[in-house]
């Protein structure tokens, strides 16, 4: 029962929901690259030694020197690490498909080497490339010192939530003194300035690109400011960057509810399930109440159930309410990640997370427990809206509705159940992009659509070599 739930986060994203339409993002966050500037050629060489853990991977890396900002092309620069598996039928290559799994804080260059994920007839046609962000391993990481003992990210009353937000400010402070002019460069619309570059620097006149998770605001953005140069585009588990801050934190906690009932209706009928027969509920809150006791983290119970239900690992949540129930404590460690430190610079810059005062956050926390009494509110997005408190300024690129009108036929993709980017979500980027794409809905649960099965891959696989869509309103069967 050894789960690493750090290690799970770090593939979790900031999510959004279905609300009315935000301003338009400003002019000078999504003006071209600078004309006068030109990247670099990138200069390959092997990647084995910069990935050891996955062995002497078949790819070539380098890097891809960047303007730290694009408002100022001639200033200081950032160097990015660039992976490429090159297509193994060279003579019917097609073109690059770039790749991001998500985070932010993942290594798109790690995901591009993946030889497990993208079909061999893709593999095949296709140089798969990944970017790595700024401020992930390969992007000039940024990290950030925090305290031991922070203060709960669910306050009771007015003098926890100043608490809250003093701690915030001192950590935003020290982090970004820590990580210098990065830090404030860091956001999604920059890195859709980033991949452009990527394009221009690989002499592509056009990309193909995958994107999941949090992997799929950068293809909106990139498709917004640089549309007439995607040639395809695949979105899956989709971000709805129009979402303002109650849907970012409300929409996301009745996800999590709705998914961990899918469960509930699977182990009633499944005699699989070790839970099979009992009250499922019942035994929840015995469960609940006995982590409550148990001192890892607060709610980690609850937060270890979420993180299954990416999967959806719906056995493994039956075992571990039910070890739990019984006074069984599960053993957990904690991998090294830097989310909690990337987020204060990316995702609190790309979302208004901007809660004023205690007053405010008691009504977004009723309506979150209103929604999810069963998951007891958000996990992941309560604590994204917590980890921005006290931040100073507007986000750097705030939420707007999406326009994609130069870009080609988007296809999206997102499960019915999927418990960090809604269902709702996907539709509701479909209907701001309503001419110019098309949504697959896969009828089960989970995060991550493409590899949940032959009907989804095949899809994907389809668009991407012919670009042929499925027919508007298809669907896949749960796997």
């Not at 999504?30 to 990247?39: G, L, R």
């Not at 297509?87 to 799994?101: C, E, Q, S, Y």
């Not at 003194?177 to 570059?197: K, Q, R, S, V, Y």
């Not at 993709?413 to 896969?442: I, K």
């Amino acid at each position: 029962m050894v789960r690493l739930l750090a290690a799970v986060l770090a593939s979790l994203v900031v999510v959004t929901g279905a609300a009315p339409a935000m301003a338009t993002v400003p002019t000078d966050r999504v003006a071209s690259s600078p004309k006068e500037w030109s990247p670099r050629p990138i200069t390959w060489r092997p990647c084995a030694d910069e990935f050891p853990d996955i062995g002497s991977p078949e790819g070539d890396c380098g890097t891809l020197t960047v303007p730290l900002d694009w408002r100022r092309p001639s200033g200081a620069t950032v160097d990015l690490r660039v992976a490429r598996h090159r297509a193994t039928d060279p003579a019917r290559r097609i073109g690059v498909v770039l790749v991001n799994p998500g985070g932010p804080g993942s290594s798109n260059a790690e995901f591009a080497l993946a030889e497990n994920y993208f079909s061999p007839e893709i593999r095949a046609r296709f140089d798969v490339v990944g970017l790595d962000m700024r401020g992930t391993e390969g992007g000039q990481i940024i990290r950030c010192d925090t305290p031991l003992d922070p203060p709960s990210t669910d306050p009771a009353d007015a003098a926890q939530f100043a608490a809250l937000r003093q701690y915030n400010q001192q950590v935003f402070a020290d982090c970004r003194a820590a990580n210098g002019p990065l830090f404030d460069h860091a956001d999604t619309g920059i890195g859709a300035h980033d991949m452009e570059a990527l394009r221009r620097a690989l002499g592509e006149r056009k990309i193909s690109y995958q994107g999941v998770s949090y992997g799929t605001l950068l293809g909106q953005q990139y498709a917004e400011r640089y549309g007439d140069r995607v040639r395809a585009m695949v979105l899956d588990s989709n971000i709805d960057h129009s979402v303002d801050l109650r849907h970012f934190m409300t929409d996301r906690a009745e996800a999590a509810e709705e998914s961990f009932l899918a469960f509930v209706r699977w182990c009633d009928e499944t005699p699989a399930c070790v839970l099979h027969g009992k009250d499922v509920l019942a035994t929840w809150q015995q469960a609940l109440a006995m982590a409550d006791e148990i001192p890892l983290w607060p709610n980690w119970l609850r937060d270890w159930v979420f993180s299954l239900l990416y999967g959806p690992d719906y056995a493994e949540i039956a075992r571990l309410i039910a070890d739990t129930a019984a006074g069984e404590w599960p053993v957990t460690t904690m991998a090294e990640y830097n989310y909690a430190s990337i987020r204060l610079a990316t995702v609190c810059q790309d979302f208004a997370l901007r809660i004023k005062d205690f007053r405010q956050y008691s009504a977004l926390r009723a309506e979150e427990l209103r929604l999810a009494p069963l998951m007891r509110g958000g996990a992941l997005g309560h604590d994204e809206a917590a980890a921005c408190i006290g931040i100073p300024g507007p986000p750097a690129n705030p939420p707007h509705r999406l326009d994609i009108s130069d870009a080609p036929t988007v296809l999206l993709l997102n499960s019915l159940y999927d418990p960090a980017t809604p269902y709702e979500w996907a539709r509701n980027v479909h209907r701001q992009a309503s001419t110019n794409s098309v949504l697959l809905t896969y009828e089960g649960g989970g995060h991550g659509v493409y590899d949940r099965g032959a009907c989804t891959r095949a899809a994907v696989d389809n668009y991407l070599l012919t670009l042929k869509t499925p027919k508007r309103g298809a669907t896949c069967p749960a796997a």
